[in-house]
């Protein structure tokens, strides 16, 4: 990794480090075109009352993301999920629900401050079929094909090596394994130049791929069925999206 992107995730783990503390101290920002935005866009509002209502508040207060993976995923029970960049766990908290005793879900993520929060969500929840691990989603500390389903919401944007991303998702799935991801994605025609005018990179604008580069992306790593949806704006063209795809059925 060169200084560049280190720096840059350095300064995202910075800013998520601070939302963690932030949400625990009861006032957080999140992804945004602003430092310190909420809105309709991003959070627990994308999620049903009844999914919210099946939650410790403080797990729910916690939500960051774009959307709601683990209604994209169609869970089912006993199976292994794993949840890249998991931040206060809403999704993997949810995803324990649906995959019930026999099933276990994984959450990863990078900054200390966000594993404390979902350990401490965890508990308050009383979820026995959880774990989180430290470590990078370019990077995931667990052997080939060991999950049915991979979830994310509103990560990948972020990462400095989505190519990456894409392969460990790939190397961790069973044959034939699915992915349910939220996240934000660009209007193709907008320029990377035009993406960072429309939000940082932290606030997850600047880093978000266009449709078709997310389409490549999977389709390099080996995914097939590509579906990507947007679902709403959160800024002039960018959008939120829906991401479903499956691996290869012989894996890789
Ligand atoms: C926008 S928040 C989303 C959190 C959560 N998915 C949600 O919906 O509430 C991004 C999260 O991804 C984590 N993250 C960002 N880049 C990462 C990376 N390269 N590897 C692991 N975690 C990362 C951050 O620490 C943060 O918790």
Redesign the pocket.
């Given at each position: 990794m060169d200084d560049q992107a280190a720096d840059l995730?350095e300064t995202?783990?910075l800013r998520?480090?601070a939302?963690?503390l932030a949400v625990t101290a009861g006032s957080a920002d999140?992804?945004g075109p602003a430092p310190v935005e909420v809105d309709g866009n991003f959070g627990s509002g994308l999620y049903s009352g009844a999914d919210r209502d099946a939650l410790p508040a403080e797990a729910v207060a916690?939500?960051?993301?774009c959307g709601n993976p683990t209604a994209v995923a169609e869970l089912r029970e006993g199976e292994r999920v794993l949840?890249?960049?998991?931040?206060?766990g809403?999704?993997v908290l949810l995803s324990a629900r649906r995959v019930g005793p026999t099933g276990k879900v994984y959450g990863?993520?990078?900054?200390e401050e966000?594993l404390a929060l979902a350990r401490s969500n965890a508990r308050e929840a009383g979820a026995t079929n959880v774990e989180f691990l430290k470590?990078?989603?370019?990077a995931i500390p667990l052997p080939a094909r060991t999950v049915d389903v991979v979830i994310?919401?509103?990560?990948v944007n972020?990462?400095?090596d989505k190519p990456a991303v894409f392969a460990e998702m790939a190397r961790v799935l069973v044959p034939g394994g699915r992915v349910g991801v939220t996240d934000v994605v660009a209007a193709d025609h907008l320029t990377p130049a035009e993406r960072a005018e429309r939000g940082s990179h932290v606030g997850?604008v600047a880093g978000a791929l266009s449709f078709t580069e997310y389409r490549e992306h999977l389709a390099a790593a080996g995914f097939t069925d590509v579906e990507i949806v947007p679902t709403h704006a959160v800024v002039e063209d960018v959008h939120s999206a829906i991401i479903r795809a499956t691996a290869p059925a012989r894996g890789r």
């Open positions: 995730r995202v783990r998520y480090a939302t963690a999140r992804c916690a939500s960051l993301g949840d890249l960049g998991s931040g206060g809403i999704d990863l993520d990078m900054t966000m470590g990078h989603i370019e994310s919401n509103c990560v972020l990462s400095t997850c």
